[in-house]
């Protein structure tokens, strides 16, 4: 679990960081496809 929760912390930064680059809307995609994976991992696991 701990795992994971890093995992989407990473995530949650990594779109921070390109939300300061000016790339806002690809960003915001990127969180939402990275999160819908994650939930898709810890459910099959």
């Known amino acids: 679990m ?3 929760f890093l995992k989407e912390g990473n ?3 990594r779109s ?3 939300n ?3 790339g ?3 960003s ?3 969180f939402i496809k990275n999160t819908v994976e ?3 991992n810890v ?3």
């Open 38 to 40: 994650l939930v898709v």
């Open 11 to 13: 995530n949650a930064n």
């Open 28 to 30: 915001t995609l990127k």
């Open 24 to 26: 806002l809307e690809q």
């Open 20 to 22: 300061q680059n000016g």
């Open 2 to 4: 701990d795992i994971d």
């Open 43 to 45: 459910n099959l696991m």
């Open 16 to 18: 921070a960081v390109e």
